[in-house]
Every structure is written in C-alpha cells, then in structure tokens.
C-alpha cells in the first residue's frame, strides 16, 4: 500500500525552527519526486517545494525561499522539510505529496499520494 | 506565476444532478492540469492529471476536459460522498499554482 506519513509538527514561536519529515512505504521512493504543500486553517492549498527523486533540483515558492530547505535521504525512505525563520503565516497543516510516473515512464508533476499531513502553528 | 481562475466559489446541486466546474488559467499550460476533491478534515485527493485523464480508483462519474487556458471538471449523478471543495492544478510551469477551489455543496 503505498503510503506517505509526515511528522514533526508542533507550536513554535516566530523565529523558531522546526523540521518536518515525510516518511514513505509502499513504493520505490528513490523513483519520485516528492512536493510539500500547505494549507492555512480555512484556506486553500498552497505549493511549498518540490525535490526530485535523487534529489538533483529542489523548487520552493517565494513566500519561502530561503527559509526553508527540502531535502531527502533515499536510503531511509524519507523527505525533510527543515523550517527556519517562521512567522505566523507559515501557521498551517502541511502535506507531502508524490508525482505520478506513467507506465510509459512519463512524469506528471501532480500530487497523486499525500499523506495525512501535520500541523505547524507559529505563535508567540 | 501563472494564475487560476475557479468558478464558481460555490455550486448548489441536487444529489443526482450533474456538477460542471471551471477552471481558467492565465497563460496557457497545454493539458498540465489536475483537478483535486478534499472533504473537510482529510487530505486532497487526486481526481484528474493530464486534463482528462482519471487518476487510479477514480470513477467514470468524473471527467475532465480542455487544453490551452480553460478547463472543465464535469460530475455526473453526485452523489452524496461528491460534496467537497475542488482545486484546479497547473503544473506547466513552475511555481505550480492551485485555484482557489469551488465548493459543491447540497441544493
């Protein structure tokens, strides 16, 4: 069963870091890339970063970049998400999400799989 | 960036009725567009990829169609489980951008 599981959050103060993991099962993990999205109470969905599956390229969205970082460690299965700097906009649960690869081998850059994600609250 | 455009915000239907929802990109993404379902308290779930093509488990209820810069999600017959919000994807073009969601609620 393929199978995605975050962890890691929690209630940080702004300014404070917190880093998240994203572990995986069901699928050869080192085959895909994997995206973080975020979602803020009573909002809609916002993509976070993408890394590719060896971890060549990371994307991450502008109201993040430099203060996040997305990394993975394919010989454990696992996607990071290390958090610095937050504010209270960064307050949100916060997914992962796999692409789809075709039987022909071709990549959609959709997120097929997400795991039940895990809140992230920055306040004081 | 490029930008989606749902419509509309919210769609009143009546459980058997058909639901079509819109999406509008503001540049073209050719057909790197993914339509999602999310009910309260869970996690999106992929419906469409590819403009029109079903995602794994996804029942024949639900088609997807367009290319260029407008899309439709089409619904037909909803049935009860069906009513949730749906977010439109592009991923054509990085940063990858979601609409902000149409929800499909009980007339």
């Known amino acids: 069963q393929v199978q995605l599981v975050e962890s890691g959050g929690g209630v940080v103060q702004p300014g404070g870091s917190l880093r998240l993991s994203c572990e995986a099962s069901?699928?050869?993990?080192?085959?895909?890339?994997i995206y973080w999205v975020r979602q803020a109470p009573g909002k809609g969905l916002e993509w976070m970063a993408f890394?590719?599956?060896?971890?060549?390229?990371?994307y991450y969205a502008d109201s993040v970049k430099g203060r996040f970082t997305v990394s993975r460690d394919n010989s454990k299965n696992i996607l990071y998400l290390q958090m610095n700097s937050l504010r209270a906009e960064d307050t949100a649960v916060y997914y992962c999400?796999?692409?789809?690869?075709?039987?022909?081998?071709?990549?959609?850059?959709?997120?097929?799989?997400w795991g039940q994600g895990t809140t992230v609250t920055v306040s004081s | 960036e490029i930008v989606l455009t749902q419509s509309p915000a919210t769609l009143s239907v009546s459980p058997g009725e058909r639901a079509t929802l819109s999406c509008r990109a503001s540049?073209?993404?050719?057909?790197?567009l993914a339509w999602y379902q999310q009910k309260p308290g869970q996690a999106p779930r992929l419906l469409i990829y590819?403009?029109?093509t079903r995602a794994t488990g996804i029942p024949a209820s639900f088609s997807g169609s367009g290319s260029g810069t407008e899309f439709t999600l089409t619904i037909s017959g909803l049935q009860s489980e069906d009513f949730a919000v749906y977010y439109c994807q592009q991923y054509n073009n990085w940063p990858v951008t979601f609409g902000p969601g149409t929800k499909v609620d009980i007339k």
């Open positions: 590819g403009a029109s």
């Open positions: 999400a796999k692409v789809i690869i075709t039987i022909f081998g071709v990549v959609h850059y959709v997120m097929d799989v």
């Open positions: 540049q073209s993404v050719g057909s790197n």
């Open positions: 069901g699928f050869t993990f080192s085959r895909y890339g």
């Open positions: 890394i590719r599956f060896d971890g060549s390229e990371e």
